[in-house]
């Protein structure tokens, strides 16, 4: 059998389908392999290219194929979308994956440690149980609304409503729904305890890393900003710019530009939307509360012209960059004031 050079393989929970091909980019090999047998038969094999699609098991597989000597790449899925011929399925999708990562302009994702996984499934969880927490507030002031029964908004006044349900002697509340809301106010109370567990597992991890500390000192940048930059993007060799990152986040205008014409319309929304939300929100409170951000000129030039959103946005975008900058210079954040 010729030596096979590249490899395509197509993950998957129990079958995984395998397409390899030599340096003249013919087929060697196509076959499928169970999950146990995958390491074994890799294993065998001399060093190779293996192009993987970066999905949810992506980066478990990359460090195991690189353990064993591999050149293992991971690739976007929708990269690789334009390579696979006609009909979708495991065979076809394990040969454009192979095509893919061949290409000299293919871009490629960076292979997280099992640390900076650990650390997302920290934030994956905290927002996971946020999302609960608000499914839960809603449910209790839908149904205590039926009764009459309306809170101010705002989640500190939640409390006020959980009151009332716990309060026996208002008779505002039939016996009956009271028990069924207070099981729901039990439920509120059970999240934010397991919220604030979360919160302080990232905090504490936020305090051993130096580089999510540096990365802290930016304004709007807190704690849970920065272990979510940190653990995202591991190495910002990656980028040529910070100019990429902001790209990569999606904080920049989308394009539909033809004929030398350049059409600019809303942000792009690709790459991290998680991420996204985070920088967006931290820029929204460094807005609203940092004394740095009100007076900054460039600041408060863009608010006097543009609506607040499209400030918070580009404030969000700027963000971006200056964590590269913090990042690849190893430097905590240094404020530039103007000079008269």
């Given at each position: 059998?010729k030596?096979?050079?590249?490899?395509?393989?197509?993950?998957?929970?129990?079958?995984?389908?395998?397409?390899?091909v030599?340096?003249?980019?013919?087929?060697?090999?196509?076959?499928?392999?169970r999950?146990?047998?995958?390491?074994?038969?890799?294993?065998?094999?001399?060093?190779?290219?293996?192009?993987?699609?970066?999905c949810a098991?992506?980066?478990h597989?990359?460090?195991?194929?690189?353990?064993?000597?591999h050149?293992?790449?991971?690739?976007?899925?929708n990269?690789?979308?334009?390579?696979?011929?006609?009909?979708?399925?495991?065979?076809?999708?394990?040969?454009?994956?192979?095509?893919?990562?061949r290409?000299p302009a293919?871009?490629?994702?960076?292979?997280?440690?099992?640390?900076?996984?650990?650390?997302?499934?920290?934030?994956?969880?905290?927002?996971l149980?946020?999302?609960?927490?608000?499914?839960?507030?809603n449910?209790?002031r839908?149904?205590?609304?039926?009764?009459g029964?309306v809170?101010a908004?705002?989640l500190?006044?939640?409390?006020?409503?959980?009151a009332?349900?716990?309060?026996?002697?208002?008779?505002c509340?039939?016996?009956?729904?009271?028990?069924?809301?207070?099981?729901?106010?039990?439920?509120?109370?059970?999240?934010?305890?397991?919220?604030?567990?979360?919160?302080?597992?990232?905090?504490?991890?936020?305090?051993s890393n130096?580089?999510s500390?540096?990365?802290?000192?930016?304004?709007?940048v807190?704690?849970m900003i920065?272990?979510?930059i940190?653990?995202?993007?591991?190495?910002?060799?990656?980028?040529?710019?910070?100019?990429?990152?902001?790209?990569?986040?999606?904080?920049?205008?989308?394009?539909?530009?033809?004929?030398?014409?350049?059409?600019l319309?809303?942000?792009?929304?690709r790459?991290?939307?998680y991420?996204?939300r985070?920088?967006?929100?931290?820029?929204?409170?460094?807005?609203?509360?940092?004394?740095?951000?009100?007076?900054?000129?460039?600041?408060?030039?863009?608010?006097?012209?543009?609506?607040?959103?499209?400030?918070?946005?580009?404030?969000?975008?700027?963000?971006?960059?200056i964590?590269?900058?913090?990042?690849?210079?190893?430097?905590?954040?240094?404020?530039?004031?103007?000079?008269a």
């Amino acid at each position: 059998m010729k030596e096979i050079t590249t490899i395509g393989l197509d993950l998957a929970k129990n079958v995984f389908q395998v397409h390899g091909v030599d340096e003249a980019c013919a087929v060697v090999v196509r076959k499928q392999l169970r999950r146990a047998r995958v390491l074994g038969f890799f294993a065998g094999l001399s060093r190779c290219v293996i192009g993987l699609e970066a999905c949810a098991t992506a980066h478990h597989w990359a460090r195991e194929l690189k353990a064993l000597g591999h050149d293992v790449r991971l690739m976007p899925p929708n990269y690789v979308k334009a390579y696979v011929k006609r009909n979708k399925n495991d065979t076809a999708d394990a040969e454009a994956i192979c095509e893919a990562v061949r290409r000299p302009a293919m871009r490629f994702v960076p292979v997280k440690t099992a640390d900076q996984q650990a650390v997302l499934m920290m934030h994956r969880a905290r927002d996971l149980l946020v999302r609960q927490r608000t499914m839960l507030v809603n449910a209790l002031r839908g149904h205590l609304a039926e009764f009459g029964v309306v809170g101010a908004k705002g989640l500190h006044k939640v409390e006020g409503l959980i009151a009332i349900v716990r309060n026996g002697s208002d008779e505002c509340v039939p016996e009956v729904a009271r028990r069924i809301l207070g099981v729901i106010a039990g439920q509120i109370d059970d999240v934010e305890a397991k919220i604030t567990e979360v919160e302080a597992q990232i905090l504490g991890w936020h305090k051993s890393n130096p580089t999510s500390r540096r990365l802290a000192t930016i304004p709007g940048v807190g704690p849970m900003i920065a272990t979510a930059i940190a653990a995202t993007v591991p190495d910002p060799n990656v980028f040529r710019s910070g100019r990429g990152v902001a790209a990569w986040l999606g904080l920049v205008p989308r394009q539909n530009s033809t004929g030398g014409k350049a059409r600019l319309g809303g942000i792009s929304k690709r790459g991290d939307g998680y991420l996204r939300r985070l920088l967006v929100n931290g820029a929204h409170a460094a807005l609203s509360w940092s004394k740095a951000a009100k007076t900054d000129p460039w600041l408060t030039s863009l608010r006097a012209r543009k609506h607040r959103l499209v400030a918070t946005v580009a404030l969000a975008n700027k963000m971006a960059r200056i964590a590269w900058a913090v990042m690849s210079k190893g430097e905590k954040y240094r404020l530039v004031t103007a000079t008269a």
